[in-house]
């Protein structure tokens, strides 16, 4: 089975939308196997963005996530990095289908609502950066 790591950026708790992002998620039968609110440091942050460092937008998008609590998950589902990147819509709020997350609530590419991993590969290595594997969860969903 597929895990997928979710990160809901600051403005996200700070709207009150972090219900709405988990309806959705769970309305679309993704497992969340972990979950936590935290105040990310700047060495997490930092890991979490090591690909964009040096980048025109970068000083901005670590200051942003470091400005106030997020939500770190673990989900779990079948081919579940596809599907949540499918809910979550295009990076850039107006490239984002109007149905999806991003379409519906994002304010700038910057204050997109949330961060998901592109790849069952940065899945796996993300979520260790905020989670041990002992605070992931083995359960079933009743169907
Ligand atoms: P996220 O999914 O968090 O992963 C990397 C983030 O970098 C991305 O969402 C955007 O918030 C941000 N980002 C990517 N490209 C740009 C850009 N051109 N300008 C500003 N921010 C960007």
Same mark, same amino acid.
């Given at each position: 089975?597929? &895990? ?10 700070? &709207? ?23 105040? /990310? ?10 690909? @964009? ?42 490239? /984002? ?17 949330? @961060? ?28």
């Amino acid at each position: 089975m597929e &895990r997928e790591f979710l990160f809901l950026k600051p403005n996200t708790v700070r &709207r009150g939308l972090v219900g709405e992002v988990i309806s959705r998620l769970e309305r679309r039968g993704i497992k969340i196997i972990a979950m936590k609110m935290i105040n /990310a440091t700047k060495e997490q942050a930092e890991r979490l963005y090591k690909e @964009h460092e040096g980048k025109p937008f970068y000083n901005e998008l670590i200051e942003f996530v470091l400005s106030g609590p997020v939500v770190v998950m673990v989900l779990e589902g079948p081919r579940v990095v596809e599907m949540v990147r499918h809910i979550i819509g295009n990076t850039d709020p107006l490239k /984002a289908s109007p149905g999806s997350i991003r379409g519906e609530f994002g304010m700038s590419v910057t204050k997109n609502i949330v @961060h998901a991993s592109d790849s069952h590969e940065n899945a796996e290595k993300e979520m260790k950066i905020f989670f041990s594997e002992d605070e992931i969860l083995n359960y079933k969903l009743d169907v």
